[in-house]
């Protein structure tokens, strides 16, 4: 699965293996935040991964349980940064 995110951790995708696993249609997360779509406390959780991504520009790796729409989904989550003249612009997850 594939997602990408903006380097304000907005989504700019989500590809239609994520949509059928977790119910989160393109058109609904696109655009919009890890906390506007998680919530405040799980998108706070989940951003301080991309951050870690972003300032160490490295791919990072990590497991992680979330909820969609009443059902548990555990993920094992690949972070990667796009890098484009020394600065991350996109982190593919």
Known sequence: M????DNEFRFARNNLAHQRLTGLKDEIIRGRTLC??????LG???????????????TIEYKETLCFFGQE?????????????????????
């Open 44 to 58: 706070t959780t989940i951003a301080e991964n991309y951050t870690r991504c972003m300032e160490t520009g490295r």
């Open 2 to 5: 594939v997602n990408v995110v």
């Open 36 to 41: 506007e779509l998680l919530g405040a406390d």
């Open 73 to 93: 989904l555990t993920f094992l989550t690949s972070l990667t940064p796009e890098i484009e003249n020394g600065t991350v612009r996109k982190i593919v997850g």
